[in-house]
């Protein structure tokens, strides 16, 4: 059984470990949205007015929270979320709001209908990869495991009886130190050679499985770190509880981690080395017959209860930004057994559809459709509308927005930005915010006054509807 090694690899307890490195970068491009913390609902499931950031667009909210019920219990797959209104309404931000509440153990995965043209990737390649990185699986396995800081490892020899000369290993003592105790061991040798083979020796922590006697280093002891300003060593602290226990080890990965880890195979002691032994020989690719090969290992082990899928969200930012290859791909992925929740968001209503224009002699300036999405994905989508804001929830997300930006703003100029936001909109007002407070303390001020907001907005910078009549 080979994912028991894979599981066990973690070493870290029955901790999940996170799911992707990757994600965490990919999370720098929402600083705009960073007062968002989740979608605000109440246990009943309506949207309280100013929650958790979010201020009004309370239908919206409530429907969004419906949909992270569905998500939940894992009954939204195969069908799709389009958040539909004007710009500024807080389509990105309901749908940050959904990651936040789905919490660290669902992957989210955000993309932007643009990012699939590139000149050297497909762009179906390009969602499939995003499609993979959205949906998670959770291996987890109970075992039963001897874990702590060897204090003593002593083989003891004996003389070979058959050839005489030569020695061999009879048994070898190990003493395990956990917080709680300390316990000694008697192995047989064939553990011992694993124990050479990890490298192990007196200070560090291991835990040896019960049943398989595999052994797995985790790492050197704390005690014994030194004050190196560099070091390969990792330093783990003493475990807690028994030396003998039963230890649940979790896992989460994303399939597209999987096909990362099978593609690339680079040996050493991480995580991924391991699992990327799922599927036998080296690849420096991911192509459509590794997928296969990993989605066939990875049905295997859901039917046998090792794994569990986790469908997280893909969410597509700007889809109308996708042509008209990409929507007949989403169609069939969204059809697909293994498919993620997805999230589309777009500002646009009636619209041509990308890639269905062309000129040449018999050109044609494309199909129309709504949000420029072809007619049977828009078929498999629950739509969510988001309206404009009124004026008191516009000055209400400025006040927030202040806060989170450690701003003060004299309530006049607040006043006066809620006006601008009224007029133009409320990313416009929103944006005024960060430069007014640069004006305020060049003239010595902590707090945004009125004559601060006057100079950004009419003075030094315009909006656009001001900024199109001067051109004019
Ligand atoms: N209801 C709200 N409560 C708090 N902040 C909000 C709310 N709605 C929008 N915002 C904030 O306003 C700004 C603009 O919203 P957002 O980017 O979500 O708009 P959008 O609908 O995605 O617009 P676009 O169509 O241009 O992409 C963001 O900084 C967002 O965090
Ligand atoms: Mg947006």
């Known amino acids: 059984m080979k994912v028991a090694s894979t599981a066990g690899a973690s070493g870290s307890g029955s901790t999940a470990a996170p799911t992707t490195s990757s994600s965490v970068s990919r999370e720098a491009r929402v600083a705009s949205h960073s007062h968002i913390k989740g979608l605000g609902l109440a246990d009943d499931g309506t949207a309280i007015q100013s929650a958790h950031g979010f201020v009004g667009q309370k239908s919206a909210r409530e429907a969004c929270g419906l949909v992270l019920d569905l998500i939940r219990i894992k009954k939204f797959a195969g069908r799709a979320l389009l958040l539909a209104g004007g710009p500024g309404t807080g389509k990105t931000a309901l749908a940050l709001g959904i990651s936040h509440e789905l919490g660290q153990k669902v992957p989210f995965c955000p993309m932007v209908g643009s990012e699939v043209y590139s000149s050297e990737v497909k762009k179906t390649e390009v969602l499939m990869e995003n499609f993979r ?48 105790g300390t316990k000694q061991l008697r192995l047989d040798p064939s553990i011992y050679e694993s124990i050479m083979k990890e490298r192990v020796s007196v200070g560090d922590v291991i835990y040896i499985e019960a049943n398989t006697g595999a052994v797995k280093r985790v790492g050197r002891s704390d005690a014994y770190a030194t004050e190196f300003d560099l070091e390969a060593e990792e330093y783990v602290p003493l475990p807690k509880g028994e030396v003998h226990k039963r230890k649940e080890v979790v896992q989460d990965v994303t399939l597209h981690d999987l096909d990362m880890a099978n593609a690339k195979p680079q040996g050493g002691q ?58 007949t791909y989403l169609n069939r992925a969204l059809e697909s057994t293994i498919s993620p929740h997805v999230i589309l968001a777009t500002n646009r209503g009636q619209s041509t559809i990308r890639g269905t224009e062309y000129d040449g002699p018999a050109s044609s300036s494309g199909i129309v459709s709504p949000h420029g999405i072809p007619l049977d994905l828009l078929d498999r989508c629950m739509i969510v509308r988001t309206l404009p804001y009124q004026r008191d929830e516009i000055r209400e997300v400025l006040r927030l927005r202040a806060k989170t930006e450690g701003l003060l703003v004299k309530e006049d100029a607040l006043e006066r930005l809620t006006e601008q936001g009224v007029k133009t909109s409320l990313r416009y007002a929103l944006q005024l915010l ?25 003075g030094l910078f315009m909006d656009a509807r001001q900024s199109a009549l001067l051109l004019k």
């Open 434 to 458: 960060t430069p007014a407070s640069i004006l305020a303390k060049l003239s010595g001020r902590d707090e945004i006054a009125v004559e601060d907001v006057e100079e950004v907005s009419t």
């Open 133 to 180: 990185r959205a949906i998670g699986l959770r291996v987890r396995e109970t075992k039963e495991v001897y874990e702590g800081e060897i204090t003593e490892l002593t083989p003891t020899e004996t003389e070979n009886p058959l050839s005489g000369y030569g020695k061999t290993i009879s048994h070898v003592v190990i003493a395990l130190k956990t917080v709680k």
């Open 270 to 327: 991480d995580i991924m080395s391991v699992v990327g032994q799922l599927v036998k020989g080296r690849r420096t690719e991911i192509t459509d017959k590794l997928r296969g090969e990993i989605n066939k290992v990875v049905n295997k082990y859901i039917e046998q209860g090792i794994a569990e899928l986790v469908p997280g969200v893909l969410f597509i930012d700007e889809v109308h930004m996708l042509d008209m290859e990409c929507f």
